[in-house]
Every structure is written in structure tokens, then in C-alpha cells.
């Protein structure tokens, strides 16, 4: 049996919501765009198999932290393993999703 894509968006208040694309088999720019409020942001999750996307800018803008991804990044990407690029902090809401759900 083919296993099914999946994509959750990760709300910063802790809400975890099961999305899909609306037109088609993956998501657009557009869509991405407006559920992580502006410029995407693409990041792989090797461990889990999936990838991350969330707004490039959030920190600048002053986004709040998102607790969920922020444990998930952690697990992903260990602070002593990758201490150059790793400030271990997600903020706004988060995709994670298979690669393939990507457009």
C-alpha cells in the first residue's frame, strides 16, 4: 500500500492542523506563502523525512516562538552537533510536510 503525503501546519499557539494543497497534488508558492505569513523559508528535516517551511523573515518581523517545531528542530539539529548555524529557535506557523508536497 502506498503510503499517503502528509503536511501539518504548526500553529504558534500549540493548534496542529492537517493541511492539503488546494488545487492539485502540491502545494504552491502562493499557498505556502499564506500559511506561514510571507517569504518561505525551505528546511530539511532528514531524520523525519520531511521538510520544514517556514516565513524566512519571522524573526525579524518579531514572530512569536513556536514551541512544538521549536523541540522538533532541536531534536533534528543539536545545538552541540551544529552550533554555527543553530540559534535553536522556531518562530510562526510552521509547515512540516513530505518533500513532495513542495512545488
Given amino acids: 500500500m502506498k503510503k499517503t503525503k502528509e503536511a501539518k501546519l504548526y500553529k504558534v499557539d500549540g493548534i496542529i492542523k492537517n493541511i492539503k494543497p488546494a488545487l492539485g497534488k502540491t502545494f504552491n508558492l502562493k499557498e505556502l506563502q499564506e500559511y506561514v505569513g510571507g ?3 525551505i528546511q530539511p528535516l532528514p531524520k ?3 521538510v520544514l517551511v517556514l516565513n524566512d523573515e519571522g524573526k525579524l518581523i ?3 516562538k513556536n514551541e512544538i517545531v521549536t ?3 532541536k531534536k533534528e539539529y543539536p545545538i552541540a552537533e551544529f552550533p554555527n548555524n543553530n540559534d535553536e529557535l ?3 506557523d510552521v509547515i512540516i510536510c513530505d518533500e513532495e508536497l513542495i512545488n
Fill in 48 to 50: 523525519l523525512k520531511k
Fill in 39 to 41: 517569504i518561505i523559508d
Fill in 71 to 73: 523541540e522538533i528542530w
Fill in 62 to 64: 518579531g514572530f512569536s
Fill in 90 to 92: 522556531i518562530v510562526g
